[in-house]
């Protein structure tokens, strides 16, 4: 069943759709983006959560790439920002082959890839990743203390065992063919069973299993303590991970007073301020534009590497990082990350909507600066083409809200969409219509809605 449709085994997993897939996976280099959003994700539970008594988050996270993932430009970001934020509950486990798909990686390779993460800050280290002692030693002196996020650079090689493909590209997703398979079992002394798993495999998962119950009960009741002893928390956690929205809240963004004529980049911010005060699952984030985009959080912090209490993000000129980040946040579970940055650019983000947009995970994209009133920045700048591009991908939400009124309610309908929206927000003012004071249902829901009616009679 290896890599087919509707197995356990699919060509690339996805979450929701096969059970224990946290993530989905496929595109290269995209894990280690998710990976660092949910390293930062449980870094903020922590600073908001943890107390000196109850430490309930306090996890680190694991994950594993090859070498395609090391060779994409959004490895680079993601781990960039890693190093940056410091982050020490982030292991990077990185299964060195030195095989890709069309042949050895020294056909294209030949950087110092150890150094490199030594310079984005993290500590690296390097072992056969075939030897059971030395992963099970690293691991151990991991967790007695990190400082830093880790890379653990696994040597191993593909395929090994088989006595014909072993060390080749060839065995990276074709089954190894019912005559290999056979030789590969004789090589390694396995019977010649189908799917034969020895005794002592059960018998290490059955205790894995029931240790791992124990660590979760213990867990929960940890969380009923502490929830008992810090009410006010709870009650914070909870509303973050219903992600509910006040009742009252469209009338309450109805009353919301706005100038007008007005930029829908400018009173989206001023929903997006008004809201972060009223949902505190909301965190914001720019990719070196939020003086433009407008996506700061006037009232909340900077996350920092010494301050994850904070609620914006500065990615730095990453877009595609910002793209998987916010996916891996959004995975958490007890977050809807906003993130912006000018229309134009979604083309470099596009592959992480894309991914956001398959997995039905709640990303609101800020995007400023529509069409060709953009002002100075010229042709590269306009974004001419990006909303029917944008539009083309399937579950994502793209709404171009009109005026103020329509920016109101295009929040709501962002907030509640199981799956990503992208807003696209103009810099120019627009007038506010009388026309769009109307409900969500009777207006924005509808996608298009008239305005403004003829008067004149229609020619036959
Ligand atoms: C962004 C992206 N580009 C290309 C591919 C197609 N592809 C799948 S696996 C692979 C190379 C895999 O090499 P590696 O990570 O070393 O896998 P291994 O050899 O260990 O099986 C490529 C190019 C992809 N999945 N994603």
Request: one cysteine or more; proline letters at 4%; glycine letters at 8%.
């Amino acid at each position: 069943f290896f890599r087919q449709f509707g197995s356990k085994t699919p060509g690339h997993p996805e979450v929701h759709v096969t059970d224990g897939v946290e993530a989905t996976t496929g595109p290269l280099g995209h894990g280690i983006g998710n990976s660092v959003g949910m390293a930062i994700g449980m870094k903020i539970l922590a600073a908001k959560f943890n107390t000196d008594k109850y430490k309930l988050f306090d996890n680190k996270i694991y994950t594993l790439m090859g070498d395609g993932c090391m060779m994409e430009g959004v490895v680079s970001e993601a781990s960039s920002i890693a190093g940056h934020l410091r982050l020490d509950n982030l292991v990077i486990i990185y299964d060195s082959n030195k095989i890709s798909l069309d042949g050895p990686v020294s056909e294209n390779t030949s950087e110092d890839t150890k150094a490199r993460y030594r310079a984005y800050g993290f500590d690296v280290f390097e072992i056969d990743g075939h030897d059971f002692e030395a992963i099970d030693a690293t691991f151990k002196e991991i967790k007695k203390k990190q400082t830093k996020p880790v890379l653990i650079v696994a040597n191993t090689i593909i395929g090994k065992g088989s006595p014909h493909m072993s060390g080749s590209h060839k065995v990276h997703g074709a089954p190894l063919g019912a005559e290999e398979l056979k030789a590969t079992k004789k090589a390694i002394n396995l019977p010649d069973e189908e799917f034969y798993v020895s005794k002592e495999v059960y018998s290490f998962f059955e205790d894995k299993q029931k240790q791992q119950n124990k660590l979760e009960d213990e867990w929960n009741e940890n969380f009923s303590a502490w929830a008992k002893e810090n009410p006010k928390l709870f009650e914070e956690f909870k509303k973050m991970q219903s992600k509910t929205l006040p009742v009252s809240l469209e009338k309450d963004l109805k009353d919301f007073e706005m100038k007008t004529p007005i930029a829908s980049r400018e009173s989206s911010s001023k929903v997006l301020n008004y809201l972060a005060d009223v949902l505190p699952f909301l965190y914001s984030g720019s990719a070196d534009l939020s003086s433009s985009d407008k996506t700061y959080l006037n009232k909340f912090e900077q996350i920092t590497f010494s301050n994850f209490k904070g609620r914006n993000f500065k990615f730095g000129v990453r877009e595609f990082a910002m793209g998987t980040i916010s996916n891996g946040l959004s995975l958490v579970d007890t977050f809807i990350p906003v993130c912006g940055t000018f229309l134009v650019f979604s083309d470099y983000m596009r592959n992480a909507i894309r991914i956001a947009s398959l997995s039905d995970l709640r990303v609101i994209y800020q995007f400023t600066h529509d069409s060709i009133f953009l002002g100075e920045d010229g042709p590269t700048h306009q974004a001419v083409e990006h909303v029917a591009s944008l539009r083309s991908i399937p579950n994502l939400q793209v709404i171009r809200p009109a005026d103020a009124n329509e920016v109101k309610m295009a929040w709501i309908a962002a907030l509640t969409h199981i799956g990503p929206t992208a807003l696209i927000l103009s810099r120019q003012g627009l007038p506010t219509l009388d026309e769009t004071n109307v409900s969500l249902e009777e207006g924005l829901s509808k996608g298009a809605y008239i305005v403004k009616k003829e008067k004149t009679k229609q020619k036959d």
